[in-house]
């Protein structure tokens, strides 16, 4: 009997202590007790321990505010925006608020059919009476108007663009924009932001900086800077860099690396200068920075000199560092070191990623989930070192292990992609507007070869070819050479009377060469075509091509007859023999990128008037080879007619003067390399002034003129100057050597 007394108090008291335990754990790690627990867990954890099912993970690199800050862990932590101790379904629910078309893709989102009829179109709301927009929103609404991809018709397009500033959405701000959310939702087609396109740089404001907008932005896409990995829509969103209001609307500066500069390291290893936050979101790396600072190589400048009331929040390193802060010039050290430190601001991103990639200093990334700017396309890996907050005392043992070469190529790789996507708002629209292109078009998208390596994919049109081997760009990569044979495209303007004219001696030289696969003339005389028999008998055939508009780009048009790699473009008058023509294709070969041709034009800046100017004087120096007989790859037909707008198409048209000039300013502008000149031919100046016909644009005395005017048009769309002048020359081996002409293979060119 006691025994069973005994058994049933054991047996009781032992289902008092789990039932204790199982509702005791209940109610501290309820909903409603939850806050409290975490902010006094600290007072009683060495009494009972409390059951965690995610831990905290403590930074590697401990904070540093003193206890004279007077704030408690919960508040730093709610101060800094890290939401510690929260649980994941609460952490979800806040990101639920930033955006709530969290799952929105290109396939649940975006109504492709839209696309299919004329493509990808743009249209752009018009700016409605009173509304104000910034100027750094002027110049992305200014690029898409300007690009191949706008529209004025809201029925042709496929893709929307609002013309509210939705740039700045801070609210403290004097450029935030009020009732946004209203005069959205008044928009005929906004239809919950279905196929439009949101352009933002600053996102929420003082103290937590989230990315809220402001405004439910629907089922649209983000172009956004400074986005989080975690709020970053996957094939949906593009994150964009910051840029400031004074970035170049085209064009832009260019960057710092000299072509050769070696030895690849600088004066220093690894510099930053900027603000230093005593307190708050992103304050925690850059009041440690003054740990790797050693003033010899690594020079890490903080200031806490900003904003109005530093000096009664200052800390006990203010005024020194300060003091040192001054002693340095930000671009000199920017333009003398291999890293610079890019940490973290308020925001993910800030100006310093767009200064360093500029002046070729690596960056060196401290600002943990960033989804890096058009990391889409950009494999940011070969141009950035992407570290971990956590791990700043590492970056001075890690920029010190990388090999010379290894510094070498990052550094190339920062210029090439400045270059090619960030030197301007421009660049920076267009390779948005690219990204979503190939995502619509997936079948032709362009792969990360083609965005990572000169001259990237803003001048690969994936509607020409999606094989690399079709481009003039990549024989060298892919180990291939262009075919040993080329279509011969002859400028027709004037009438076959007789047997004796330039047009037909040309086409007979031209046919005798043993590279040549075909001739191809363009007509665009007033006169009808002539009979068959009219033309002269050659070994290759010939194809007479009569244009519907008798325009002066119809030369350049990519038309399906021309197969081969190489053109050789002529004019009607040209005069050159075959062995002229077997030696420059032979030079083309070797350089299949650029124009090779025999006359030559340069350029030169003219101070009095603050203009471009042109000139034909024959010197030691040259910028343009005309295109009246030159080699170039067909590829530059398709870029001629489909990637420059129709405003520059009308003006050459409109003048019947300047394509030659246009496509050397194309060419050059993709290879940033001047066209090739080959052997010296007098008698083709001499022969073109002789030939004053009416139909001859040497007779007409505004040629010259025109010219001037065009150079000066084209500067001005391109935003810069890419004609490159050059002093080289290639002439045939043994070329006026004196030795005896049966040693030399094109011995006709001498005699010339």
Known sequence: MQAKKRYLLVSFGACLLLLFYLGGARVRLSPANLSSSLSTDHLHHDLVPIRRHWPVWKNLLNGYFSSEDGRNDEEEATHIGLNRGLSPRQKRAIKANVYKNRKCRMETCFDSSLCQGNGLKVYIYPLQRGEKISEGYQKILTTIEDSRYYTSDPRQACLFVLSIDTLDRDQLSFQYVHNVKAKIQSLPLWNDGRNHLIFNLYSGTWPD???????????????????????????FDVSIPLFSKEHAQKGGERGWLLYNNVPPTRKYLLVF???RYLTGIGSETRNALYHVHNGEDIILLTTCKHGKDWEKHKDVRCDKDNEEYEKFEYQELLHNSSFCLVPR?????????????????IPVLLSNGWELPFSEIIDWNKAAIIGDERLLLQIPSITRSIRHEKIMALRQQTQFLWDAYFSSAKKIVLTTLEIIHDRIYSHIARNQFIWNKPPGGLYMLPQYSTNLAALP????????????????????????LTQSQPIVKLILAVSRSKYCKQIVVLWNCDRPLPAKNKWPSTPVPITVIEGESKSMSNRFFPYSVIQTDAVLSLDEDTVLSNN????????????????????????????????WGYTSKWT??????????????????YLYSYYLPASLHNMIDQMSNCEDILMNFLVS???????????????????????????????DPDHFAQRQTCMNTFAGWFGFMPLIHSQMRLDPILFKDQVSILRKKYREIERL
């Open 345 to 361: 601001g308020r925001r993910l991103g800030s100006f310093r990623f767009l200064e360093a990639l500029q002046a070729a200093c």
């Open 669 to 699: 502008a993709i290879t940033k390399l001047p066209p090739i000149k080959v052997t010296q031919k007098k008698q083709y100046k001499e022969t073109m002034m002789q030939q004053g016909s009416k139909t001859s644009r040497w007779a």
């Open 580 to 611: 002229e023509v077997d030696f420059a294709f032979i030079v083309w070969h070797s350089f299949p990128d650029r124009i090779v041709g025999y006359p030559a034009r340069s350029h030169y800046w003219d101070s009095s008037k603050g203009r």
């Open 620 to 637: 030691n120096e040259y910028s343009m080879v005309l295109t009246g007989a030159a080699f170039y790859h067909r590829y530059y037909h």
């Open 273 to 275: 200068k900027g603000k």
């Open 209 to 235: 900086y989230t990315e809220d907008l402001g405004f439910d932005i629907g089922q649209a896409m983000l172009a956004k800077a400074s986005i989080g990995m975690d709020n970053f829509r996957s094939n």
């Open 473 to 496: 760009f990549y024989y060298l990569s892919l180990g291939i050479n262009p075919s040993e044979e080329f279509t011969a495209v002859i400028q027709a303007v004037s009438p076959l």
